[in-house]
């Protein structure tokens, strides 16, 4: 059972970027698919980004296209998030999440899920 943490939330200004992470433990983490997610207030969970096992091919949501990159490194089993140009409607917790099977964007289907960090974008 993998375990997962994240961190690099934080305040920054419309237009700015912040890279997060997700650390993951307790499993073999190449072997999962990492995705993350992310819930506003008031809002459901939501897809951002997602990617395979080996790195390859992410793929992301059609609101963060262009602006978000992620990315793995499977040797320090960590996930990331790069957000470029952020938008005040980024504000939201952004959550990683794993799972073995599952590589959609659901947030229903997932197993294993971090316990969030915050992201505010002030205009």
């Known amino acids: 059972q993998v375990q997962l943490v994240e961190s690099g939330g934080g305040l920054v200004q419309a237009g700015g970027s912040l890279r997060l992470s997700c650390a993951a433990s307790?499993?073999?983490?190449?072997?999962?698919?990492a995705n993350w997610f992310r819930q506003a207030p008031g809002k459901e969970r939501e897809f951002v980004a997602g990617i395979r096992w080996s790195g390859a091919k992410p793929y992301y949501a059609d609101s963060v296209k262009g602006r978000f990159t992620s990315s793995r490194d499977n040797d320090n089993n960590t996930a990331y998030l790069q957000m470029n140009s952020l938008k005040p409607e980024d504000t939201a917790v952004y959550y990683c999440a794993a799972d073995s099977y599952y590589s959609g964007t659901l947030a229903s289907e997932y197993d294993y899920w971090g316990q969030g960090t915050q992201v505010t974008v002030s205009s």
């Open positions: 307790g499993g073999t983490f190449s072997s999962y698919f």
